[in-house]
């Protein structure tokens, strides 16, 4: 089957396999149906106030397209001609490239069809991100500072402001990075959406604007380490009781959310981000729309939360302020000459990127621009050396539950450090919750693959503002899906096609129904390569 659909027209056309785009001479193309009794052709009109498609018989839609008064052909969907498509043959189909809504759906089997059973998954072919080289659009990003407390500035980017009458969305990024790694989401979602993207505090931009420590006059300045800030004997005023924890950074995105963007959001996070994203939603569940979790870690901090646990907290006598005492100062020196190294950073960002063609020059070079900040070593051992949160990462879950919050997860399948067992075990204390695995990406599928995540998290923010009438993604209707699914989706990006496989898990998924087929695949694979001569 193959889908046609386009924001921009009115109107979009199904048809039912193998039809094909004959050319007509040399500057036009004709529409050729099969003349199979499986053909199933509709019209379709888009309802313009929630987005939903009403279908229709078409014998004379289709009369009036390629004859009748005031008839337009295929040239006009999309305002693209049928030359960029590349012509549409069975098995060989392109997607408008310059809109951010059009898709197109190939594939011999149903676009229902489950795949767990081994069979090829339908073919989706969704837009690439704008190609602001060929003239499309590309929203701006602007680049904002935020004076939330005493010599901390929190730094964040904004784009689509001008989308006034559109919901807010707010992404969270992950440990060592910042604003900056949600770049393909501002210029794209941005078109759309309101969108804002935050440093957490201690990272990225949002590191203290002076030293927040002291050094006595026989102390450590004399050996030449004043440079170096948080490592001096006393502490200023305005960093007492500063550390860089899990419950403030929920409290410095509570305090944007009131003061800056001013009402409830769609939040997103990656790892340490999707823990804090889910930690703020169980808090304030009335400032929350939506959360998505993009390979959320489950868990932080190593040290027991005071609140929690004050006895076995009294056991450590440091938890992350300043200043640092001289013995962990000395292993924070040897510990970060290693890791911020050019070479140790290069080696972390292969490991989470999963296709290791994607460049990844821009995301290097601000990650090493933080190491180089004078604050950035104190600040790293602040964050390993903080307290957990008052709440467990499935408490936060079961308190979202609680509250009706709705959670789409998004994971990279070959991420190496957060497992995808932990986003289906996710998947099974909430069952509601949608799962979509993409693959092959790593830990960072939003970056890595942003042109799928960014079509995911566009279509499920449609369906939760149209009240579940505009269909989630991947989807043909506007029911739940019960059953898994898997699709083939396609994109281009700088002017090559590539594709990932993105698996929709069902609210009838069980862990152990998985893990079965999984076993049951291996072992079909593994037979077959035995027996292959």
């Given at each position: ?19 094909k785009l004959a050319e007509n001479g040399s500057n036009s193309s004709q529409l050729k149906l ?337 190491t180089q900040h004078p604050a950035a070593a104190a600040s790293f051992a602040s964050i390993m ?149």
């Amino acid at each position: 089957m193959e889908i046609l659909t386009s924001s921009t027209a009115s109107c979009c056309l199904v048809v039912n396999l193998r039809w094909k785009l004959a050319e007509n001479g040399s500057n036009s193309s004709q529409l050729k149906l099969p003349t199979s009794r499986e053909r199933k052709i509709l019209f379709a009109r888009t309802n313009q106030r929630n987005g939903s498609l009403r279908f229709s018989s078409v014998d004379k839609f289709l009369k009036k397209l390629n004859h009748g008064k005031g008839s337009r052909s295929l040239d006009s969907f999309g305002s693209r001609s049928l030359d960029s498509f590349g012509g549409l043959k069975n098995g060989n189909s392109k997607v408008f490239s310059g809109n951010s809504s059009s898709y197109v759906v190939g594939g011999e089997d149903d676009v229902g069809s489950i795949t767990e059973n081994g069979e090829s998954p339908t073919r989706v072919l969704i837009p690439g991100l704008p190609d602001e080289s060929n003239g499309e659009y590309s929203a701006p990003i602007s680049s904002c500072f935020w004076k939330w407390k005493p010599k901390l500035n929190v730094h964040y980017e904004k784009a689509g402001c001008e989308n006034v009458n559109s919901p807010p969305v707010l992404f969270l990024p992950g440990f060592g990075v910042g604003s900056f790694h949600y770049e393909k989401q501002l210029k794209d979602l941005g078109r759309d959406y309101r969108v804002w993207a935050i440093d957490f505090l201690g990272q990225g931009m949002s590191l203290p604007v002076e030293n927040p420590t002291l050094f006595s006059k026989d102390g450590a300045a004399s050996e030449g380490k004043d440079s170096i800030w948080g490592f001096g004997d006393e502490i200023e005023p305005w960093a007492n009781d500063l550390v860089f924890s899990m419950d403030l950074w929920q409290d410095q995105v509570h305090n944007f959310i009131e003061e800056v963007i001013g009402e409830p959001v769609y939040i997103v996070g990656n790892s340490l981000g999707g823990f804090v994203a889910l930690y703020f939603a169980a808090r304030y569940p009335h400032l929350v729309k939506g959360v998505t979790l993009l390979n959320a870690t489950p868990f932080w901090g190593f040290l027991p939360n005071p609140i929690r646990s004050p006895r076995l907290a009294r056991m450590f006598p440091w938890s992350g302020t300043f200043p640092l005492p001289a013995n962990v100062r000395k292993l924070i020196e040897f510990f970060w000459q290693k890791i911020s190294d050019p070479k140790s950073i290069a080696e972390i960002l292969k490991q989470v990127y999963t296709d290791h063609s994607t460049n990844i020059d821009k995301v290097f070079s601000r990650i090493l621009d933080i190491t180089q900040h004078p604050a950035a070593a104190a600040s790293f051992a602040s964050i390993m050396f903080a307290p957990q949160g008052q709440l467990s990462f499935r408490e936060t879950l079961a308190r979202c539950k609680m509250s009706d919050i709705p959670i789409c997860l998004v994971y990279g399948k070959e991420d190496p450090w957060v497992k995808p067992i932990w986003g289906l075990q996710v998947k099974q204390q909430v069952p509601e919750a949608l799962y979509y695995e993409i693959s092959p990406a790593g830990h960072c599928p939003h970056d890595e693959v942003p042109e799928a995540v960014n079509y995911l998290l566009r279509g499920w923010i449609k369906n939760l503002e149209s009240h579940g009438s505009v269909a989630l993604p991947l989807h043909e209707d506007a029911e739940v899906v019960k059953n898994s699914i898997a699709r083939d989706v396609e994109f281009v990006r700088e002017g090559s096609r590539k594709s990932v496989i993105v698996r929709f898990f069902g609210s009838k998924f069980s862990i152990w129904n998985s893990f079965s087929s999984y076993i049951k695949s291996q072992f079909k694979e593994t037979t077959s390569r035995i027996l292959t001569p």
